[in-house]
């Protein structure tokens, strides 16, 4: 079970998986990789994520894979993260935690390619689990798109759904204080600082496990 010092009670009962985490209190390796396509701002959302895991004291490491170089088109964003030094500098291919920007991208890419068995898939989607409950994995969700569009992150058609995400991720995992999170969103975003930090605490509250 993942255990940290700042973790979410509710995760730590729905989060038992990943037995790779000693009673140390210390987050063995973790490694994430986002899903979404071009404009919705997954590269920015792992750069936001390890931003505030360093803050904590956490070793990290993002970085994206774009295909195809145009909006709307699939783009892939790795964190790798560990309370020792990192030595890996692979790709990600078996990742822990899978999160899922849109869920258009889930007829055409295999997003959960290499997902271990008992890893989370986070999905941006207001249907809740029991519309995936043919996942073998833990499923948890949020409405992100309906968030940013709440909150005015992007445009009603085209909402960018990053920093919502983040907080669906922050509530699922616990690795990270949301505080911290957001502090780095406000820190990272250039424009509605408020509104982008708004829609990560509500996003916390209202993902689904």
Avoid: C
Avoid at 189 to 203: F, M
């Amino acid at each position: 079970m993942i255990v940290s010092r700042n973790r979410n009670p509710e995760a730590s009962r729905w989060f038992a998986r990943i037995d790779r985490f000693n009673n140390d209190d210390e987050i063995q390796l973790l490694e994430i990789r986002f899903h979404g396509r071009g404009g919705q701002g997954a590269v920015v959302a792992s750069t936001i994520l390890a931003t505030a895991l360093f803050e904590e004291g956490k070793d990290v490491q993002a970085f994206p894979y774009f295909g195809v170089e145009r909006r709307g088109a699939p783009v892939t964003a790795f964190l790798r993260m560990d309370d020792k030094p990192l030595r890996i500098r692979s790709e990600i291919s078996e990742p822990d935690v899978v999160v899922v920007l849109d869920t258009y991208l889930m007829k055409y890419v295999d997003v959960l390619g290499g997902l271990k068995i008992g890893g989370v898939i986070l999905i941006n989607s207001g249907k809740g689990r029991e519309a995936f409950a043919g996942i073998r994995q833990k499923v948890a969700t949020v409405d992100a798109t309906g968030i940013a569009i709440k909150h005015g992150v992007g445009s009603r058609t085209t909402p960018i759904v990053n920093t919502a995400i983040l907080g669906g991720l922050v509530r699922a995992l616990g690795i990270v204080k949301i505080e911290t999170v957001v502090k780095a969103i406000r820190s990272s975003v250039p424009v509605k600082k408020d509104e982008n930090a708004a829609a990560a605490l509500e996003a916390y509250e209202r993902t689904v496990m």
